[in-house]
């Protein structure tokens, strides 16, 4: 069976950090490409920042220079650290798996397999 388990979410103050989490089992995770997306009330879900099988990143104008994507293929886990976080930040947020080979990583129709959801809330 596919999981993806997305953990670390929270409450924060501006200007914190947290670390999300993605854990992931029944399929093989070097082969996927990983995908973070975000939704927060009453707005679209948008793409965050997504790692390809090979090791690329891309990530939304409104993250760069304040979040990190990583994996770690031993561990079949992948991570989204996240610093300088804003209001804007607040979501709950999803990690997802993609085994297109060429993908538009910012596109959640590219995307088989998706987590149930970490709330990421950012507010003094």
């Known amino acids: 069976e596919v999981q993806l388990q997305a953990s670390g979410g929270g409450l924060v103050q501006p200007g914190g950090s947290l670390t999300l989490s993605c854990a992931a089992s029944g399929f093989t995770f070097n082969d996927y490409n990983i995908g973070w997306f975000r939704q927060a009330p009453g707005k679209e879900r948008e793409a965050v920042a997504s790692i390809s099988s090979a090791g690329r990143t891309y990530y939304t104008d409104s993250v760069k220079g304040r979040f990190t994507i990583s994996r770690d293929n031993a561990k079949n886990t992948a991570s989204l650290q996240m610093n300088g976080l804003r209001s804007e930040d607040t979501a709950v947020y999803y990690c997802?798996?993609?085994?297109?080979?060429?993908?538009?990583?910012?596109?959640?129709?590219?995307?088989?397999?998706w987590g149930q959801g970490t709330l990421v809330t950012v507010s003094s």
């Open positions: 997802a798996a993609s085994s297109t080979r060429v993908y538009l990583w910012g596109l959640s129709e590219e995307y088989e397999h």
